[in-house]
T-cell receptor
Framework: QQQVKQSPQSLIVQKGGISIINCAYE??????FPWYQQFPGKGPALLIA?????SEKKEGRFTISFNKSAKQFSLHIMDSQPGDSATYFC?????????????FGKGTKLSVIP | SAVISQKPSRDICQRGTSLTIQCQVD?????MFWYRQQPGQSLTLIAT?????????ESGFVIDKFPISRPNLTFSTLTVSNMSPEDSSIYLC??????????FGEGSWLTVV
């Protein structure tokens, strides 16, 4: 059972365009939703995260939109740049005994072309 | 944020051998985690490593195959035992910061031949 579904699997965007990656979750107990960016040969780096008490969070060119009733959240990358080309993972977790154990989506490979 | 160092960063191992991966954090953390990322795939949690207690393993992962040590609040090891080609993966150490943010190391890339 896949608890976090991510789409699309791959995405090609023109430089300056908007990249949109979507995730849906099943477990209503999830209360922390981070996005990670991973470049080839590197570990995942935390990009931005949101908790269900807000519907949107923005950090620079990156925005998370969160829809609690639909159990969906998405990452928007504004003014996409070639340097944004990477694999993006959404994740979800719930606190259990003080521990946040992440369940990841399958990832989206983003290519931003000049 | 936390700075996480993993060793080795990359290794080629013979089938049937075991390899221990080390994870060092630059600050004391309560929660450390080990994840596996198979080539081109997503991340899967192997176990949660708490200092002073046995690691808690996720479904599909067992202590005999992936023994874990957590001797203090800044260090942990993961051993991949009796390796087979199916164990070829990236093994990632992860920590939970005081703000409940999860950070990852650069990973240890293992190829089993």
């Amino acid at each position: 059972q896949q608890q976090v579904k991510q789409s699309p699997q791959s995405l090609i965007v023109q430089k300056g365009g908007i990249s949109i990656i979507n995730c849906a979750y099943e477990n209503t107990a999830f209360d922390y939703f981070p996005w990670y960016q991973q470049f080839p040969g590197k570990g995942p780096a935390l990009l931005i995260a949101i908790r269900p008490d807000v519907s949107e969070k923005k950090e620079g060119r990156f925005t998370i939109s969160f829809n609690k009733s639909a159990k969906q959240f998405s990452l928007h990358i504004m003014d996409s740049q070639p340097g944004d080309s990477a694999t993006y993972f959404c994740a979800a977790s719930k606190e259990g005994a003080g521990s946040y154990q992440l369940t990841f989506g399958k990832g989206t490979k983003l290519s931003v072309i000049p | 944020s936390a700075v996480i160092s993993q060793k080795p960063s990359r290794d080629i191992c013979q089938r049937g051998t075991s390899l221990t991966i080390q994870c060092q954090v630059d600050s004391q953390v309560t929660m450390m985690f080990w994840y596996r990322q198979q080539p081109g795939q997503s991340l899967t949690l192997i176990a949660t490593a708490n200092q002073g207690s046995e690691a808690t393993y996720e479904s599909g992962f067992v202590i005999d195959k992936f023994p874990i040590s957590r001797p203090n609040l800044t260090f942990s090891t993961l051993t991949v035992s009796n390796m087979s080609p199916e164990d070829s993966s990236i093994y990632l150490c992860s920590v939970q910061s005081s703000g409940n943010t999860i950070y990852f190391g650069e990973g240890s890339w293992l190829t089993v031949v």
